[in-house]
């Protein structure tokens, strides 16, 4: 039977590499499967996924006001039989949104397997996490480690000299080195002020070495 998967995690976990690997598997047997993407999420480009690794795909973007059902549902009247949906950046999803990806499920038979961050940089919830964390038939942990060796389970946006940053909008789409995932404890401790992220030198190309 059709399931909603949700699979979650902090940061650089390999999430959108894990969703890419699994459309491929799909595709190597024949199967086809639509990727979807939030609009506001341009950092590669209109309608592409792509991992920190350099793998890529295509994918269909889709606006916060958007009707998933209705999409999936035009998708396959133009293209034929889907055999799963993937979204990438499922923290972005609306609490309608990822009630229509339960339709999709439940009504057409198709298997959706979302992948997002499960809070911010403020240790709350995303919208789309929290609806995909009540209503997901799998929730699945893609898990990371934390720079104390710990698993890491939050995330923190810091300035330029390491230091965190607690004000300001939920979604800055980009500057991924301003991001750090760290455990519960390492937020914690960062939060009060009790330490900072040393930050890594960005590596040069072969030929700028010294």
Avoid at 7 to 19: D, I, Q
Avoid at 39 to 52: I, K
Avoid at 71 to 81: F, K, L, N, R, Y
Wanted: proline residues 3%.
């Amino acid at each position: 039977m059709a399931k909603l998967y949700f699979y979650y995690s902090a940061m650089n976990a390999g999430k959108t590499t894990t969703l890419l690997q699994s459309a491929y598997n799909y595709h190597e047997r024949g199967m086809r499967t639509l990727i979807l993407t939030p609009a506001l999420d341009d950092r590669h480009g209109e309608g592409v996924v792509a991992s920190r690794i350099g793998l890529k795909a295509s994918a269909r973007r889709f606006a916060a006001d958007e009707d998933l059902f209705a999409s999936v549902g035009a998708d396959i009247a133009a293209h034929g039989p889907l055999h799963c949906v993937f979204v990438d950046e499922a923290q972005f999803l609306g609490k309608g949104q990822v009630w229509q990806l339960s339709d999709v499920v439940d009504k057409l038979g198709i298997p959706v397997l979302a992948f997002g961050l499960r809070t911010d940089f403020r240790g709350e919830l995303f919208e789309g996490s929290r609806h995909l964390l009540a209503w997901a038939d799998n929730l699945e942990e893609i898990k990371t480690i934390c720079h104390s060796g710990r698993k890491a389970t939050m995330v923190v946006r810091v300035d330029e000299h390491g230091r965190v940053v607690t004000e300001g909008p939920q979604v800055e789409i980009g500057g991924n080195d301003r991001y750090v995932s760290v455990s519960r404890a390492e937020f914690k401790k960062i939060s009060e002020g009790r330490g900072q992220i040393e930050l890594q030198q960005p590596v040069l190309p072969l030929g700028e070495r010294r």
